[in-house]
């Protein structure tokens, strides 16, 4: 049974930065696919970036050039580091893999 851990949500100012990881068990994590997408107020879960087993990537249009997603398969783990952190990135962070998702890890921008 794979199981996602998410961490590294919480509040911060605008501007500021914030790393989120995904620990992946109950599965071979090296080779497989994993993405973040995200859900903000009163919007639908959207796509963040995903990356593929090799560690090819794609970020959303709204990503690119502050949001790096990664792969650590030592770790059985995926990473997005945010930086430059908006309001409007205000909401719930989730990660998947292989069709599962994790619980989500709430951040929060402050103006």
């Known amino acids: 049974q794979v199981q996602l851990v998410e961490s590294g949500g919480g509040l911060v100012q605008a501007g500021g930065s914030l790393r989120l990881s995904c620990v992946v068990s109950?599965?071979?994590?090296?080779?497989?696919?994993a993405g973040w997408y995200r859900q903000t107020p009163g919007e639908q879960r959207e796509l963040v970036a995903v990356?593929?087993?090799?560690?090819?990537?794609r970020h959303a249009d709204f990503a690119k050039g502050r949001f790096t997603i990664s792969r650590d398969d030592a770790k059985n783990a995926v990473e997005l580091q945010m930086n430059d952190l908006k309001p409007e990135d205000t909401g719930v962070y989730y990660c998947?893999?292989?069709?599962?998702w994790g619980q989500g890890t709430q951040v929060t921008v402050s103006s």
């Open positions: 998947t893999f292989r069709n599962t």
């Open positions: 109950g599965s071979i994590f090296s080779g497989y696919g």
């Open positions: 990356i593929t087993g090799p560690g090819l990537t």
